[in-house]
């Protein structure tokens, strides 16, 4: 069985940083793109940031330099670091990825729980 588990939400002042990390555990054979997610109440879910294996990245333009996005392949681990975070940051940010399990031909997709993070301002 595949796991997702987010960590490193929390409360933080406006100005502040945070560090987000998503751990991927189970017979995994490889990850492909790795991505995090952020849902506002009363918002969609939207794309945040996203990695490709070979260490490509994407960001959404609300946090174009400010968020940076990596991963650590071996620890099959995916980051996120927030830095001048701003009240509209605040939200529950989901770890998202597209793994193969051990035997299985088929890249499918998986959510971790989230982790809330709140911007106090």
């Known amino acids: 069985q595949v796991r997702l588990v987010e960590s490193g939400g929390g409360l933080v002042q406006a100005g502040g940083s945070l560090r987000l990390a998503c751990a991927a555990s189970g017979t995994i054979s490889s990850i492909n793109t790795m991505r995090w997610y952020r849902q506002a109440p009363g918002n969609q879910r939207e794309l945040v940031a996203e990695?490709?294996?070979?260490?490509?990245?994407n960001y959404a333009g609300s946090v174009k330099g400010r968020f940076t996005i990596s991963r650590d392949n071996a620890k099959k681990v995916v980051y996120l670091q927030m830095n001048s975070l701003k009240g509209e940051d605040t939200a529950v940010y989901y770890c998202?990825?597209?793994?193969?399990?051990?035997?299985?031909?088929?890249?499918?997709?998986?959510w971790g729980q989230g982790t809330q993070v709140t911007v106090s301002s």
């Open positions: 990695i490709s294996s070979r260490g490509s990245t």
């Open positions: 998202n990825a597209d793994l193969r399990q051990v035997g299985d031909v088929s890249l499918r997709n998986y």
